[in-house]
C-alpha cells in the first residue's frame, strides 16, 4: 500500500516525532506540504494529513496545503494532531478532504508540549508530551490503519 503523511509540524516537533512513528508503521514517506510531489500524492492509497492545533484550529500550512488541492478521485485518508488541549476539531480538515475526493478513514490525537501563549507564562503545558505512551498509541492507530484499508486496497 503506497502511502506518504504531509505533516506541517513547527515549534516543538511534537507533531513530526507521531508522523514519523506512523511513517515507520505504514512504510510512508514524511513530507512537509512545501515538498509534496502532487504526482506521487495522486498515486498513493493513502494520505495522512497532520498538524499541531493553533488557536483551536490545524496550522494554516496545512490548511492552505489542503485548500490547494485539486478534487480528484476517492482516496483514503487519515487526520492526525498534536494538541496543548484536548479534543482537537477535525471537522473542518476532514470536510475540506471530503471536498477534494478524500475519504477520511479515522483521526488521531494526542497532547504535545505547548508554549503558546499565555502558556508560555507559565513554562509552558504538556512537559515531555507526546511521550512513550503516546507514540505507542500513534504506532497502533497507523498499524490498525494498514490492517482495514491494505486489505481493502
Do not use: Y
Amino acid at each position: 500500500m503506497k502511502t506518504v503523511i504531509v505533516c506541517a509540524s513547527v515549534s516543538h516537533g511534537n507533531t513530526k516525532r507521531v508522523a514519523d512513528v506512523m511513517g515507520l508503521a505504514l512504510g510512508a514517506r514524511v513530507v512537509d506540504p512545501e515538498e509534496v510531489d502532487m504526482a506521487e500524492l495522486a498515486a498513493c492509497d493513502l494520505v495522512g494529513f497532520g498538524a499541531g492545533i493553533f488557536s483551536r484550529t490545524f496550522n494554516p500550512r496545512l490548511r492552505q496545503f489542503v485548500r490547494s488541492l485539486p478534487p480528484g478521485e476517492r482516496r483514503k485518508a487519515f487526520v492526525f494532531a498534536t494538541s496543548g488541549l484536548p479534543k482537537p476539531p477535525f471537522r473542518p480538515l476532514v470536510r475540506a478532504l471530503e471536498r477534494k475526493g478524500f475519504e477520511v478513514h479515522g483521526t488521531f490525537s494526542c497532547r504535545g508540549f505547548d508554549t503558546w501563549p499565555p502558556f508560555r507564562l507559565i513554562g509552558g503545558i504538556n512537559k515531555g508530551r507526546p511521550n512513550a505512551a503516546d507514540l505507542e498509541a500513534a504506532r497502533l492507530f497507523a498499524e490498525g490503519l494498514r490492517a482495514r484499508i491494505g486489505a481493502t486496497s
